[in-house]
């Protein structure tokens, strides 16, 4: 596939990333890859801080009383 720095695909991506609301910046970014007609995503993100009452919690083991 080819795959350009404004491809629509890579922008609709950036936005997904951002509305998680985990991240407040992405940036992603296309390098040259070490082979021949390659290409590498560099995904660049900076994490939101997020209130207590909204931040991921640790998985807790169901238990039946």
């Known amino acids: 596939d080819v795959t350009d720095v404004d491809d629509p695909e890579l922008v609709l991506t950036r936005y ?31 994490e939101a801080v997020l209130p207590a009452r909204l931040a991921p919690r640790r998985a807790v083991p169901f238990s039946q009383n």
């Open 16 to 46: 997904r990333l951002l509305a998680t609301g985990y991240f407040r910046a992405v940036d992603l970014a296309l390098r040259k890859g070490s082979r021949h007609g390659t290409a590498v995503l560099v995904v660049r993100v900076a």
